[in-house]
Every structure is written in structure tokens, then in C-alpha cells.
């Protein structure tokens, strides 16, 4: 089984509002890395956080890591239409393999 | 350095034909991995390499999978015996690895859609 989950599934707003999505993940981690994928295409690398780490910014982004709860949230502020995509989180344990989540599906509306 | 590459972008095979697919890393890159992605899931792990080793493997990965990266530059996955529950996007995706700093990010490639008629 995956052991990312991303909440929730699906998130449709309007352009300019914020978005948030979370993961939640079962083991301890390494760290954690959001990414993006358009439809059809391949993923794109967002942030990455450490396990030691509780929050990052990047640009519109705001990601935070709390390990008590085992879960992550990715923040977009300001969203444009360009933010439409698939937003997946995925957790590197100490086994280095990479665990994908199912994915939020973002729809920002113009 | 462009980025990943993966080839072909898209394999229509029949069942029971052997594939191959090919991905060149980030060229200063030491870890190489490949996913399988099937329609609204995420990518799935099927293996990865440090340099030429292949280190882990899914216990998903069936003996019909193999993979290798034999001067550790680019990597080959062949299906063989190729089935219709192999219809997926395969991912490859390279990344830096160091003993001091751990794993960087991933980059990803474009994917490789196969489809087993």
C-alpha cells in the first residue's frame, strides 16, 4: 500500500483563492516532497521539507511538516489557472524508496 | 543538460511480447528510479539505482520486470511476456544522493505510455 494520502481527492476554486491539501503519511520519514503533475505529463519537483524541518516557503508555496501527527500540508496562495494539475506528496523513509500518495486533483477557475 | 529523457513516449505492444524502455538521467546524477503510474493513481515505486546497482526493488515487481544501468549512466526496464495489466505510464526519475546530505529532489522524465492489446 501507498503510504502517502492526500486529502482531499479533489478541489476545485477560484482563481486567486488559496488552496491548501494535505498528506498524511504511517512511518517516520526521511523527508517529504510535494510535486505537481499536468495532465498527461511527467512530475514536476515543488519543495522538498526534512524531517527535521517545519515549514518551507517557495514562492506562492508554504509547505509544513508536523512528524507527531505524521502529516503535511501544501498551501498555494494567490492560485492562477496555470495551477491546475495533480498535486501529489510523496515520503522518503529511511529504506529510500519514494512513496506516492493518490493525489489532490486542484481546479482553479478563471 | 536538458532534463530526463525517456524513450519511446508511447509503446503499443500484444500480449505477450517482450518491451523495452530506456531513460538517461541528469547526467551528474548517481540515483536512478522507475515508477509505474496507472490512470488516477500516483506513481507507484518498481526500483532504484545508486551508480550501476540496483539497490531495492518492489516486492510488487514481478520476474517478468528487469532493469539495469550498466555504466551507471542510463537505464533500461524490459517487460517481458508483456500482459494488459502492464498498461501503465512508466516514470523515470533522477536524483542526487549524498552520504552528508541525504536525497535531493527528484526529476522527473516524460514517461513511457505502454499499452498491451
Known amino acids: 500500500s501507498q503510504q502517502g494520502e492526500e486529502d482531499p481527492q479533489a478541489l476545485s476554486i477560484q482563481e486567486g483563492e488559496n488552496a491548501t491539501m494535505n498528506c498524511s503519511y504511517k512511518t517516520s520519514i526521511n523527508n517529504l516532497q510535494w510535486y505537481r503533475q499536468n495532465s498527461g505529463r511527467g512530475l514536476v519537483h515543488l519543495i522538498l521539507i526534512r524531517s527535521n524541518e517545519r515549514e518551507k516557503h517557495s514562492g506562492r508555496l508554504r509547505v509544513t511538516l508536523d512528524t507527531s501527527k505524521k502529516s503535511s500540508s501544501l498551501l498555494i496562495t494567490a492560485s492562477r489557472a496555470a495551477d491546475t494539475a495533480s498535486y501529489f506528496c510523496a515520503t522518503q523513509m529511511t529504506g529510500n524508496q519514494f512513496y506516492f500518495g493518490t493525489g489532490t486533483s486542484l481546479t482553479v477557475i478563471p | 543538460d536538458t532534463g530526463v529523457s525517456q524513450d519511446p513516449r508511447h509503446k503499443i505492444t500484444k500480449r505477450g511480447q517482450n518491451v523495452t524502455f530506456r531513460c538517461d538521467p541528469i547526467s551528474e546524477h548517481n540515483r536512478l528510479y522507475w515508477y509505474r503510474q496507472t490512470l488516477g493513481q500516483g506513481p507507484e515505486f518498481l526500483t532504484y539505482f545508486q551508480n550501476e546497482a540496483q539497490l531495492e526493488k518492489s516486492r510488487l515487481l514481478s520476474d517478468r520486470f528487469s532493469a539495469e544501468r550498466p555504466k551507471g549512466s542510463f537505464s533500461t526496464l524490459e517487460i517481458q511476456r508483456t500482459e494488459q495489466g502492464d498498461s501503465a505510464m512508466y516514470l523515470c526519475?533522477?536524483?542526487?544522493?549524498?552520504?552528508?546530505?541525504?536525497?535531493?529532489?527528484?526529476?522527473f522524465g516524460p514517461g513511457t505510455r505502454l499499452t498491451v492489446t
Open positions: 526519475a533522477s536524483s542526487l544522493h549524498s552520504v552528508y546530505g541525504g536525497t535531493y529532489e527528484q526529476y
